[in-house]
């Protein structure tokens, strides 16, 4: 089948190696912003070239941010291609418009390389469902965040000067925050849940907690009590709705999460019966996110019908019945905070169970008062 | 689709449950050997019933052991049938003839279940492969030893004793040797390396050495030195064969499978671009093996067509290339054992690096000198 490919940068690249020499897959076409002679006569500029040429039956999408990238896919379904996305962005905020489009249009669209990078994770949570419940899901969805906990556990380093380094060995962008504050995690998570759980849930209806603010004196009060802090994201199936937030979380030092090196991945999914699966690898890079994607346009060779899902009910985000300790640094204790202190650990303090609506929700306004606040839930 | 079910014991019960209420795939006929007034009409005690019923597409073995299941399942497919087997006894064995006749006959043969139980870990090594190439694989593939050995490191236990816990618990059988002495994930392997590298491995040409002499006071030296001890499968691309072993190994405290609990497995391949990919997950039991095949089944009702590949070239188990030092322990230390001996950990020692082949056949010649000897790799 013909490719169209939207985009060659990193990822494009990969696709375009992994498609070489291929028989059932071919990159006829390269949509790029600026004159590429290394592409030869693959190179297109006007998106109509890929569009409205019959002989592609594939759009892969890999340009990433909003727009055009939205407009693009949607002409591209309108003309009756099959479209598989890189782009978390894209799907988790038009994803009712977007699973809608391609079921009226009667194509396939395919996004595994948006959650999890080279990650088989979307796939196996659609297997999955085919035959049981899924209870409950997340975990490490974030490279970057992951490579920055693991580095503060191994050595004492400051979280500036380890995210200077990550930014050095590309694992962070220069503005870093859709990494470390989690909104590349909710978009993660939006996609995740709305398949696993038929749902419509609102990415900015997920409430989070970043790392920005972690130090490494609160890391040495994490290790003394036989914790290891990662950034994890959760959603439950909840009555009425979904629970679903991110947040840092202390986790037993011996617990698979724990064990999560440099910018891997690891995401689980419990199914009713089946119990926990966890899936672990590299959740970005050229080639674990080519990979995905190409594999998604096998899958669509091989006959794979429009989405991952094809229900979908709105749902809530419901955070109000998940409750647990926290741990809390903030240089400005309220008296909220006081009365659910149970515990000191260093600069900081361990709470009594407090649901994670309301945790999360002092969490964001406390940030305007002390920007250095910091918490994390202890699982 | 319909299905003719072999076996109905712990998994053949599980599938029933997975099957109730579906559209797309029943239960018609229950093989059995003794009456089963619980199955009612389903129940027939002649594989002819099955075999000459044209109304069945599936025959789902869950019987197993070597004989009656290949004769039954060779006889399935003549008929037409499509096949799905959690027996990974009767596919190393048969491997050969098994998929060659899946081919002759024109049907698909799937066993997912045979391997990692309710991991999905043949069909994503399939899928990784449609695109990339397997360099290796292995983990933790037998939940009994991991249970052995996470007890083992979590308090102060004979052998003996957690394995009697492990009898009671239902985590190890009557007769536990194809667990603790390598067998039953020596099936695994086979299975999954003659997969990923389009191999024929002959399960008996693997060495390996189990778990069975492994003391307190092992466990005492590896934790004092930051190892944990699992039992460790491993195959990889070699030139002109395959290297595949299987033995106790000390990774270091902080990786992933020092992490794995209780009767989990953890099985990896690592692609040549993809990278590493790990999955997690219960590796035996009622609803996880159930699980499996009845995915299996599905997949066969979505027309995915034959053997998980359809290439196989005879291998030579090669590894004699593959070296690493060794943590040895032995009543009676040779002349070899001396000249490679490096270092002393409590009663034993560590060698420097050893090939696999000689320090495997060293072993099994040992225990015949003095059988308690134990013996683990060092990665």
Same mark, same amino acid.
């Given at each position: 089948?013909?490719i169209?490919?939207?985009? !060659? +940068? &990193? ?8 498609c070489? %020499?291929?028989?059932? $897959? =071919? ?52 003309a ?19 699973t809608?489009?391609?079921?009226? !249009? +009667? &194509?396939s ?8 990078? %080279?990650?088989?994770? $979307? =796939? ?14 997340g ?22 000067e ?7 060995l590309?694992?962070?962008e ?28 609102q ?11 972690v ?11 036989g ?20 947040e ?11 064990a ?87 600069d ?25 606040c ?6």
């Amino acid at each position: 089948m013909n490719i169209g490919l939207l985009g !060659c +940068g &990193v990822v494009g690249g990969g696709i375009l190696d992994f498609c070489a %020499g291929r028989e059932d $897959l =071919t990159v006829t076409k390269v949509l790029v912003r600026r004159p590429r002679p290394d592409l030869g006569a693959l190179a297109v500029t006007d998106i109509a070239d890929i569009v409205n040429d019959e002989a592609i039956g594939i759009v892969a999408e890999v340009m990433g941010g909003l727009h055009p990238a939205y407009e693009y896919i949607c002409a591209a379904m309108k003309a009756g291609k099959h479209v598989v996305t890189a782009n978390k962005a894209v799907i988790s905020a038009y994803y009712p418009e977007l699973t809608g489009l391609a079921r009226e !249009c +009667g &194509v396939s669209l395919r996004c595994t390389a948006a959650v999890g990078g %080279g990650i088989p994770w $979307l =796939t196996n949570l659609e297997r999955c469902k085919r035959l049981d419940s899924i209870c409950e899901l997340g975990g490490i969805m974030n490279g970057t965040t992951n490579f920055i906990m693991d580095a503060m556990h191994a050595s004492p380093v400051s979280f500036p000067e380890i995210l200077k380094q990550a930014q050095e060995l590309g694992y962070a962008e220069a503005d870093p925050s859709a990494d470390i504050d989690g909104d590349d995690v909710r978009r993660k998570l939006t996609i995740s849940a709305n398949i696993a759980f038929d749902a419509l849930v609102q990415e900015e209806d997920i409430p989070m907690f970043g790392i920005r603010t972690v130090t490494d004196g609160d890391i040495r009060a994490f290790k003394a009590h036989g914790f290891v802090c990662k950034l994890l994201a959760t959603a439950k199936a909840a009555e009425g709705g979904v629970c679903a937030f991110i947040e840092p979380t202390l986790v037993d030092s011996h617990d698979l999460e724990a064990a999560v090196p440099k910018n891997f991945n690891l995401i689980t999914y419990c199914g009713e019966k089946v119990g926990r699966h966890s899936f672990f690898g590299q959740g970005a890079g050229r080639y674990p996110t080519a990979f995905n994607a190409v594999e998604d346009c096998l899958d669509i060779v091989a006959g794979k019908p429009g989405f991952y899902t094809q229900a979908m009910k709105p749902a809530p985000v419901l955070c109000g019945g998940e409750a647990h300790p926290y741990y809390v640094r903030t240089a400005c204790p309220d008296a909220f905070l006081q009365s659910v202190t149970v515990e000191h650990w260093g600069d900081g303090v361990v709470t009594a169970c407090v649901s994670v609506e309301e945790m999360l929700r002092w969490g964001r306004a406390q940030l305007d008062k002390d920007p250095g606040c910091f918490l994390a839930g202890i699982r």
